[in-house]
């Protein structure tokens, strides 16, 4: 069974750049997120899809992070404009339907943004 | 809201050692999950372990377990007969029950095994 698969895996821009990463979740997932992962820090939700839905997006900077789920399937998360704090990896992981506290969530590889 | 608290930054552990790293919580929520990670180099988050809050026994997956002590609110992770593979980050997190699936994270502890 292929993971979670994640693009690009590095990525340097500067600031008041845009950029987008993508993310395809295991196949059959309902669930998938995008967290931020600064350096030294544990993981941060930014987002949380079911399907193509959103269920939690109150972490999201939206004033300058979008992201979408069309069809339920692929999500992408954009950053305009980017900001020297932006630097961080972002992961996504997806989970499956079934008892809401063993759903584990599986991680793709991250991409690594830096911001100059 | 939920909190874990990992209070090592950092271990160092001689090869085929056994090693517990240590993992407190707090949250509101009546029924919760705990979960351990490992993070290498590359940065890849890789699920080690699961327990659940009403579980009546401890986790095992292999050369992992997880020592759960609901009263106390920890949830340490031991390792045994330790690899120099397990050189990594480790994350101890949990969630919630509906709509509050998120993970929350902690800090991490940065495990170095030497030879």
């Known amino acids: 069974e292929a993971g979670v698969a994640q693009s690009p895996r590095y990525k340097i821009i500067e600031k008041r750049q845009s950029v987008a990463f993508w993310c395809n979740p295991i196949?059959?997932?309902?669930?998938l997120y995008w967290y931020q992962q600064i350096l030294g820090q544990g993981p941060k939700l930014l987002i949380q899809f079911q399907n193509n839905g959103v269920v939690d997006d109150s972490q999201l900077p939206k004033d300058r992070f979008s992201a979408e789920r069309l069809k339920g399937v692929d999500s992408t998360l954009k950053i305009q404009p980017a900001k020297l704090e932006d630097s961080a990896v972002y992961l996504c992981?997806?989970?499956?339907?079934?008892?809401?506290?063993?759903?584990?969530?599986?991680f793709g590889p991250g991409t690594r943004l830096t911001v100059l | 809201a939920q909190k874990i608290t990992q209070t090592q930054p950092g271990m160092f552990v001689q090869e085929k050692e056994a090693v517990t790293l240590d993992c407190t919580y707090d949250t509101s929520d009546p029924s919760y999950g705990l979960f351990w990670y490992k993070q290498p180099s590359s940065g890849e988050m890789i699920f080690l372990i699961y327990?659940?809050?009403?579980?009546?026994q401890n986790a095992t997956e292999g050369r992992y377990s997880l020592n759960f002590q609901k009263a106390r609110k920890s949830a340490n992770l031991v390792i045994s007969a330790s690899q120099l593979g397990d050189s990594a980050m480790y994350f101890c997190a949990m969630s919630g029950g509906f709509g509050n699936e998120k993970l929350t994270f902690g800090t991490g502890t940065r495990l170095t095994i030497i030879p």
């Open positions: 992981a997806s989970s499956s339907q079934g008892p809401i506290l063993t759903n584990t969530q599986y």
């Open positions: 196949s059959g997932h309902a669930t």
């Open positions: 327990q659940g809050s009403y579980d009546q």
